[in-house]
Structures are given as structure tokens and as C-alpha cells.
């Protein structure tokens, strides 16, 4: 097993399993829905399963069910907020440092507040 | 996972045609109307001729709409369980929206037209309301 390919997999099906459980769409998924859901045949998928149940990130039931071990769970919610992070920041409003945002920390909260309905221009 | 997707099978007889890739700008709408949770989108998307039985479909298109940053999402807390993914669009899918309802408005006079020309010949009865199908 290639292990980049390992990391690669890794992250995707820890950030599926976290969608999945905290969407409350499946917090236990079979190798076959968790291979439907991420659109490979189960067949690729289970080997990789069962290295991460080896790995300590899952835990299973006889390769029939799957579900995030307490390390898995915070590998899953980390990955896809790194993923994502650059989309994600920065934390009020698209704005430029000399944003008004930044002139006390009243008009940070209006920006935050703001920021929930719409994103400010500067 | 370097194997191929299998190619999704043809649409039942009967099913309802929806343009290709409708998914995409569905959510866009959705986000456009207001900010949601996964869950919450997947409901929403019935009326418009989704099923709730394909959660994958929606999270793979979430995602790719998060690539190409038309959608963002932030952790949302929760007391009751785990944090969610709560998703809003950015102002480059208001665009992305935007064009995309321009060229469905198109669609949707072309069809007007062919439907018009139909039924020039043939009386149609009032569509029966079908279980949504599952379309993309």
C-alpha cells in the first residue's frame, strides 16, 4: 500500500465519517455506504478501512460496520478545517488591515455581527 | 482510489428530466436564501427534485463548490453534539448563481416553446406529482 496514497485516503474518509456523524446521517456506516457516499467501489475502499481500524482511527465491527475511534474523530474535524482554511480566514469580514473593523473593539463586534448576515467592504 | 467512479446508470423511465449538473446551482439557491447545515440542505433540495438517499452526492458537491470557493463553511458549536459544518455562499457563487439562472431562464423559454408546439396537437393533463427522482 502506497502511503502517501494511505495519508491521501486517510483524510478523506476521516472528513466523510465526521460529515456523516455530525450531520447525524450515519454515525456507524458500512463499508458499502461509506464507498457509495464517496463514490469508490467498496472493493478499493476496505483494505483502507481496516489499516485505519489497525492505525487506531476507526474502530469496526468484523468489516461490516465503522465508526470514528475518539482519534479519528479529532483527525476528521482538524483535516477538513485545514483543508479549508484559507477560505475560512480571516475570522471577520473580508478585510484589508486598515478595515474600520479595526479601529476598537466595538466596531469589531458590529463587523462579527455583520459578518452572520453579510460581509462589509472596506 | 485511483479506480474510475462508475458512470451514474440512466434515469428510470418516467423520471423526471432535470438539466445536467443541477445540483450545483440548487445549492447555490439554497445558500443565496440563507446559510445551512448539511442536513438542512438535503431536505431542502426535495422540492426541487432531489432525494434525501444520496447524502454522498450532496457532500462531494459541497465540497467541490468549497474548491472552487463559491461556497464557504465554518465550524458551527454545538452543547447537544458534535460541531457542524455550516455553509454560506461567497459573493463569487452569487455570481456563479446568477449565470447559472440566466442560462436556465434560457432553457426554460426554450422548453416553454417545444412544450407550446406540443400541445398544439395534444391536450395535457395536469402533471401528477412524482417522488423526486435522483438527478444530477
Redesign the interface.
Same mark, same amino acid.
Given at each position: 500500500m502506497d502511503e502517501l $496514497?494511505v495519508i491521501?485516503?486517510r483524510d $478523506?474518509v476521516l472528513q466523510?465519517m =465526521?460529515? *456523516?456523524?455530525? @450531520?447525524?446521517?450515519s454515525t456507524m456506516p458500512t463499508a458499502k455506504e461509506l464507498s457509495?457516499?464517496?463514490?469508490? #467501489?467498496d472493493t +478499493?475502499?476496505v483494505p483502507?478501512l481496516e489499516r485505519f481500524v489497525e492505525d487506531g482511527l476507526l474502530e469496526g465491527e468484523s468489516t461490516s460496520f465503522y465508526w470514528l475511534s475518539p482519534d479519528g /474523530?479529532e483527525a476528521g474535524?482538524r483535516t477538513?478545517?485545514d483543508e /479549508?482554511a484559507d477560505?475560512?480566514r480571516p475570522t471577520h469580514g473580508e478585510c484589508d488591515a486598515d478595515c474600520w473593523c479595526h479601529d476598537s473593539p466595538e466596531a469589531a463586534a458590529d463587523c462579527l455581527h455583520e459578518r452572520t448576515g453579510k460581509?462589509h467592504s472596506t | *482510489?485511483? @479506480?474510475p $467512479?462508475?458512470p451514474i446508470p440512466p434515469d428510470p423511465p418516467g423520471a423526471q428530466i432535470l438539466p445536467k449538473n443541477f445540483l450545483r446551482p440548487c445549492l447555490l439557491l439554497l445558500l443565496r436564501e440563507h446559510p445551512a447545515?448539511?442536513?438542512d440542505l438535503?431536505e431542502r433540495l426535495r422540492p426541487l427534485g432531489f432525494n434525501r438517499d &444520496? #447524502?454522498?452526492r450532496l =457532500? %462531494?458537491a459541497l465540497r467541490a463548490l $468549497?474548491k472552487d470557493?463559491l461556497v464557504?463553511? +465554518?465550524?458551527e458549536k454545538?452543547s447537544a453534539? #458534535? &460541531? %457542524?459544518?455550516m455553509y454560506e455562499l461567497?459573493?463569487a457563487g452569487m455570481e456563479e448563481l446568477h449565470e447559472s439562472v440566466m442560462s436556465l431562464k434560457a432553457t426554460g423559454e426554450i422548453l416553454d416553446l417545444f412544450i407550446s408546439r406540443y400541445t398544439e396537437f395534444v391536450a395535457l393533463r395536469p402533471t401528477k406529482k412524482k417522488s423526486p427522482a435522483n438527478h444530477d
Open positions: $496514497e491521501r485516503v $478523506e466523510a =465526521y460529515w *456523516m456523524h455530525s @450531520e447525524a446521517i457509495q457516499f464517496l463514490a469508490v #467501489p +478499493v475502499l483502507f /474523530m474535524k477538513f478545517a /479549508m477560505l475560512t460581509a | *482510489m485511483k @479506480e $467512479e462508475k447545515h448539511g442536513y438535503l &444520496d #447524502p454522498g =457532500y %462531494r $468549497e470557493k464557504r463553511s +465554518v465550524w454545538s453534539g #458534535p &460541531d %457542524r459544518r461567497t459573493r
